[in-house]
């Protein structure tokens, strides 16, 4: 069975920093999509980056600038950076994998692996 397990959420005064991880165990290849998400209270879900096994990345406008996706293939493992947080990045953060393709498609529907989430609070 394969997990997703997120690390690194916390609480932070705006304009501070904060690094999630989260690992992927039980599956060996880098050939797929990886995604944070997040999810405010009372809103809907919704993408915030993606990286896929080539490096290629994508990101929401609103993060575009202070937060960078980044993964070690050799760990199966993948980061956000996020920086110059503000107290709109309140949420609870989720990374996904879409191990059917080894692009990413900027849909969560297609993203079939979820991580428990971590939580993350800006505070003005």
């Known amino acids: 069975q394969v997990q997703l397990v997120e690390s690194g959420g916390g609480s932070v005064q705006a304009g501070g920093s904060l690094r999630l991880s989260c690992a992927v165990s039980?599956?060996?290849?880098?050939?797929?999509?990886m995604g944070w998400f997040r999810q405010a209270p009372g809103k809907e879900r919704e993408g915030v980056a993606f990286?896929?096994?080539?490096?290629?990345?994508g990101y929401a406008d609103s993060v575009k600038g202070r937060f960078t996706i980044s993964r070690d293939n050799a760990k199966n493992t993948l980061y956000l950076q996020m920086n110059s947080l503000k107290p709109e990045d309140t949420a609870m953060y989720y990374c996904?994998?879409?191990?059917?393709?080894?692009?990413?498609?900027?849909?969560?529907?297609?993203?079939?692996?979820w991580g428990q989430g971590t939580r993350v609070t800006v505070s003005s």
């Open positions: 996904a994998a879409d191990f059917m393709r080894n692009f990413c498609v900027y849909n969560r529907g297609v993203f079939g692996y």
């Open positions: 039980r599956y060996t290849s880098s050939a797929y999509c």
């Open positions: 990286i896929d096994s080539d490096g290629r990345t």
